[in-house]
């Protein structure tokens, strides 16, 4: 039998965590109760529940009504000043008939982009896709597999309170490299030194090789260690089918590291348009500063110059006078084919766009061109006011003209959280906009 003096201090305990705002433990201590004030405080949850549920269906008047039960109850201030705000926002929404179950980007795969294999177009602040097509799907990515070698190096960086003027030495890891025709390296010298800042600008720059194999190598001790920290990497972005075998985007057969390394399941590095433009995103949010590298025509190493692999840049074979291109990376294999990751501003806003598997050198170019111009030509910025739980923000949403026209936006509210919060959807001709998970 429980004391009266240990049923006061569990319901205690439980209003505790009602104003903490941990529903879930404070329900299971209530519930081991039978004291009058413990029922009383759980209906008062139930009812927080229900007000909840009406609101993200829009039951407005329901919603009204519930909030009125638990002002007349006298509830508890965390429970009571939840569901007032329910009903405040739900004042201030206008309510969606209609609700679209089909998320898409804003621009037809149909009628953009048609001979394109896969690939994302995304804002990069918000993660809004824009357009894309068969871009879950993993395929290999020669190197294009460097940004998520570059996003860990990033990591690493950040941690360890590196300087890039860090001196390191290029060590016998990339023996043979320079024994392979058609490979893009840096020409490292064993023995010699180099800048972490070299090393990274030959790798996003020239995408070589060797550069960041020699990174990887004095970051983590071994190339096995390096791509295990991918893969770890690639885990906390949630990437599908992701898979690494080495840092260097080579195939197997043309990297000598590979001989016996247990990661090397299939042949070459494989990950998705998706993948590339969620790793893209966390790369510039991490470091914006790796533009300056990016935009460069070419950096030099050993005094040699080495050109970038990038033909989007501005004055260069492939460049646009319609979208402001500066990055921001390559990659090119038998498997792989012709593939670009595009960064660039559109009306001043900065967008990610990921190609891949294009038949030639020229075709990523121009494919990548093309999307990006009728892109900039068909979408139209829109600046749209959201709520949140504590006030609105601005937003900015891509849209279509036709589509902006009928924009709509869906709420739903987690209230029985420690920090309550609202989402949105945004819709527009019966369809949901889509943004990355």
Not at 37 to 61: E, H, R, T
Request: hydrophobic share 40%; with cysteine.
């Amino acid at each position: 039998m429980v004391s009266g003096c240990s049923v006061h201090w569990q319901v205690a305990l439980a209003k505790h965590e009602i104003g903490e705002g941990n529903f879930a433990k404070a329900t299971q201590l209530l519930k081991q109760s039978d004291a009058r004030q413990a029922q009383k405080y759980l209906q008062q949850i139930v009812l927080l529940k229900q007000c909840q549920q009406q609101f993200n269906s829009q039951q407005w008047s329901q919603l009204q009504q519930t909030n009125y039960q638990l002002q007349q109850q006298q509830a508890l201030p965390a429970i009571k000043q939840r569901a007032q705000r329910l009903v405040k926002i739900s004042q201030q929404i206008t309510p969606v008939k209609s609700r679209s179950q089909q998320a898409t980007g804003v621009l037809s795969n149909q009628q953009f982009g048609t001979a394109i294999t896969a690939g994302i177009l995304i804002d990069q602040q918000t993660g809004q896709i824009l357009w894309q097509k068969s871009a879950q799907v993993a395929r290999p990515v020669a190197s294009m597999s460097k940004l998520l070698a570059v996003l860990t190096i990033e990591q690493a960086i950040k941690k360890r309170h590196l300087n890039l003027q860090t001196p390191i030495v290029a060590s016998d890891v990339i023996v043979g490299l320079d024994q392979k025709t058609g490979l893009t390296n840096a020409g490292l010298k064993i023995g010699q030194t180099y800048t972490m800042q070299q090393l990274l600008e030959a790798t996003m720059v020239a995408s070589a090789n060797d550069a960041v194999m020699v990174l990887g190598q004095y970051l983590y001790g071994s190339q096995d260690r390096f791509v295990t920290k991918m893969l770890a990497q690639a885990r906390q972005l949630k990437l599908s089918d992701c898979q690494i075998v080495n840092a260097n985007g080579l195939p197997k057969t043309l990297d000598p590291m590979l001989n016996d390394n247990p990661q090397a399941t299939v042949n070459e590095n494989q990950l998705s348009a998706q993948d590339l433009a969620k790793i893209t995103q966390k790369l510039l949010a991490l470091n914006p500063n790796l533009l300056q590298i990016t935009q460069q025509k070419q950096v030099q190493i050993d005094n040699r110059s080495l050109p970038n692999t990038n033909k989007m840049l501005p004055g260069t074979k492939f460049g646009s006078t319609v979208v402001s291109v500066d990055g921001f990376k390559t990659g090119t294999s038998t498997q792989a084919g012709a593939c670009v990751t595009v960064t660039g501003k559109i009306y001043g806003r900065r967008v990610i766009f990921v190609l891949l598997h294009a038949p030639s050198d020229s075709a990523r170019f121009l494919q990548a061109r093309e999307l990006l111009e009728k892109a900039a030509q068909s979408l139209t910025l829109k600046q749209v006011s959201v709520i949140h739980w504590q006030k609105a923000k601005t937003q900015a949403i891509w849209l279509t003209t036709s589509q902006a026209a009928s924009l709509q936006m869906c709420y739903q509210a987690q209230v029985l959280t420690s920090k309550p919060r609202l989402t949105v959807q945004f819709q527009s001709q019966h369809q949901r906009l889509q943004f990355l998970a």
